[in-house]
């Protein structure tokens, strides 16, 4: 079995930063993709930002310049450093694996999900 934990968000001020981490933990042989999504109330979950195995990062337009993404692939953790914050940027914020498990099966898994509030 495979868990993510998230941790990171808060209440923040316009203008603010926060930054967001996810640890993946159990049966992990290696990930490939890790992604940050968000679902803000009575919206659609969207992709915030993706990073391969290799550091290649794509972004959301609606984030760039403000958002970045990174992980340290020792301890199979993604992190979402948000700058700049907005009161749209107001979610609940989930991450996401692309696993191959020690059985070398394959499984995409999620985290519990963050909230992250931003006051104007």
């Known amino acids: 079995q495979v868990q993510l934990v998230e941790s990171g968000g808060g209440l923040v001020q316009a203008g603010g930063s926060l930054r967001l981490s996810c640890a993946a933990s159990g049966s992990i042989f290696s990930i490939n993709d890790m992604g940050w999504y968000r679902q803000a109330p009575g919206k659609q979950r969207e992709l915030v930002a993706v990073i391969t195995s290799g550091g290649s990062t794509n972004y959301a337009d609606s984030v760039k310049g403000r958002f970045t993404i990174s992980r340290d692939n020792a301890k199979n953790t993604v992190y979402l450093q948000m700058n700049s914050l907005k009161p749209e940027d107001t979610a609940v914020y989930y991450c996401?694996?692309?696993?191959?498990?020690?059985?070398?099966?394959?499984?995409?898994?999620w985290g519990q999900g963050t909230q992250v509030t931003v006051s104007s």
């Open positions: 996401n694996a692309d696993v191959i498990r020690r059985s070398r099966s394959r499984g995409l898994y």
